[in-house]
Nanobody, 124 residues
Framework: QVQLVESGGGLVQPGGSLRLSCAAS????????MGWYRQAPGKQRDVVAT???????NYVDSVAGRFTISRDNAKNTVYLQMNSLKPEDTAVYYC??????????????????WGQGTQVTVSS
C-alpha cells in the first residue's frame, strides 16, 4: 500500500506562483514515473506534467514554459512549480505515482497510487 499526500494548493492572483508537493509513503521498492494531473469543474482529469525516474519530463502544451516538475528520489517526493498562473489553471491537482512495492525481490508488486488532490484557484 502506497499513499500520496499533497500540499501547496491555495488561492493566488493571475501571474502569481505556487509550488505543489506530493510525498509518497509505504513499502516502496522503487518509483518509476510520477505526475501531476488536474480536473476543473465539469471537465475531464487531464495530465499536466510527468517525470520519470531518470528525470525526463513532459508537459501539456498549455503549461509548458510556466510549470516545472521535479522530484526528490530520496524523499519519494514530486513537486510542481507553477509560475505565471492563469485563471484557466484553476482546478484540483492530483499527484500520481507508479512503481514497485516490497522490501525484497519476492515481495515486489506493481502499484499505481493517487493523492487526494489539492485545490488551486487563480482569481483576482
Amino acid at each position: 500500500q502506497v499513499q500520496l499526500v499533497e500540499s501547496g494548493g491555495g488561492l493566488v492572483q493571475p501571474g502569481g506562483s505556487l509550488r505543489l508537493s506530493c510525498a509518497a509513503s509505504g513499502r516502496i521498492f522503487s518509483i518509476n514515473a510520477m505526475g501531476w494531473y488536474r480536473q476543473a469543474p465539469g471537465k475531464q482529469r487531464d495530465v499536466v506534467a510527468t517525470i520519470t525516474s531518470g528525470g525526463s519530463t513532459n508537459y501539456v502544451d498549455s503549461v509548458a514554459g510556466r510549470f516545472t516538475i521535479s522530484r526528490d528520489n530520496a524523499k519519494n517526493t514530486v513537486y510542481l512549480q507553477m509560475n505565471s498562473l492563469k485563471p484557466e489553471d484553476t482546478a484540483v491537482y492530483y499527484c500520481n505515482a507508479d512503481g514497485i512495492t516490497g522490501s525484497s525481490w519476492f515481495s515486489r508488486n506493481p502499484f499505481s497510487s493517487w493523492g487526494q488532490g489539492t485545490q488551486v484557484t487563480v482569481s483576482s
